[in-house]
């Protein structure tokens, strides 16, 4: 293995190679050589994995552009596969913390609920005691029937202050279900998916235009590494806030797709429109001066943080998968150009 080399044997290694002159390649072997060891997101079989290939690969002493750029390909190919799973595994943690959340919100609801019936059916059976003792204690006709009735009246408004109680944690779990847990102003996946069904099914060829902004925010685990996970959710809920703000002037409905990816669907709005909408968004999230809050108090430094956005339209034939699909195509090629940046799909894509 390269990492087995002394330095001084290396470099006998490479001058017999012919690529000792050569600062490529020389930074390819130590690349592989010296850093390579020293990533801990790989495993110790994918670190022997790579060094095997890399020595196969100068082995061949194929020095050529061609070679050269076959191992750059293939050395981004495994940075790019530890990439996505390192994303993928912080957004099942961030998954994980808000249906944790959920789950807790809906428990204490369904609790309440329970002791309802409970409490309810032993003030009844406390106002028949009252009741029969009122009538057993009382001389005259009109002192018990008067006494009855307003304990009757009692009872009444506290089954109307418990029903009103009762309604509002209905309203209360109806949210809660609708809602994402932890971006309070946006509506769930699941409601997202049901809406944009709906949206475009049964659409005709010359129906009123349905536009889409597929929205992410650019380096986004820098930001949980850097500041932690709190920070990293009142991130998100200062972008929920900007983006409700923004769509409640053309009834865009949002919602958060998954991870620390948001959207807006416009309804009567064309592709040329949306864009511009979606631009005025990144400007704001651009400029905003978000502050963490630590124990109640602000800090003092900003951090900057910006969005990349996709933005499709609705095609005659198009599934609601394939209005999804097309947003979020362009909110990946929004961010391969560069980040921070709005996208607007086309066939080109």
């Keep these: 293995m390269i990492r087995t080399v002394c330095t001084k044997d290396l470099y006998r290694i490479l001058k017999n190679a012919g690529i000792d002159d050569d600062p490529d390649w020389m930074a390819v072997v130590l690349f592989v050589r ?41 050395l981004d190919m495994y940075v790019m596969q ?65 006494r009855v009735r307003g304990r009757f009246q009692e009872l009444i408004q506290e089954f109307k202050t418990e029903a009103g109680e009762l309604n509002a944690k209905a309203a209360y779990f109806e949210r809660t279900a609708n809602f994402d847990p932890l971006l309070t102003a946006l509506y769930n996946r699941r409601v997202f998916d049901a809406y944009v069904e709906e949206a475009v099914l049964g659409r005709a060829d ?54 620390e990816e948001l959207a807006v669907v416009v309804k009567n709005m064309s592709l040329d429109n949306a864009a511009i909408k979606a631009q005025a968004i990144r400007s704001d999230v651009e400029n905003y001066d978000f502050r963490a809050r630590t124990n109640g108090r602000l800090a003092e430094e900003s951090i900057q943080f910006t969005v990349s956005i996709g933005v499709a339209q609705w095609r005659p034939g198009w599934s609601a998968a394939d209005l999804v699909s097309a947003a979020d195509n362009a909110l990946y090629r929004a961010k391969n150009s560069g980040r921070n940046k709005v996208w607007v799909y086309s066939d080109a894509i």
């Design 34 to 74: 010296n850093l390579l060891p020293r990533l801990s997101v790989y495993s110790e079989e994918k670190k022997a994995e790579v060094q095997r290939e890399i020595c196969e690969m100068i082995a061949r002493r194929d020095f050529s552009e061609e070679a050269y750029q076959s191992i750059l390909a293939m």
């Design 82 to 146: 530890t990439i996505g799973t390192l994303e993928l595994e912080e957004a099942l943690a961030f998954e994980k913390r808000s249906a944790a959340q959920l789950l807790n919100e809906m428990t204490e609801i369904i609790a309440s609920m329970q002791g309802v019936s409970e409490r309810q059916a032993g003030r009844l059976d406390s106002f028949r005691e009252d009741t029969v003792d009122i009538i057993e204690s009382g001389s005259k006709r009109s002192q018990i029937v008067s």
């Design 206 to 259: 010359d129906a009123a235009p349905l536009s889409m902004m597929m929205i992410d925010v650019d380096h986004f685990k820098n930001v949980n590494d850097a500041h932690g996970h709190q920070t990293g959710d009142d991130v998100l809920r200062a972008l929920a806030r900007i983006i409700t703000a923004h769509a409640s002037h053309y009834a865009g409905f949002t919602a958060r797709y998954g991870g």
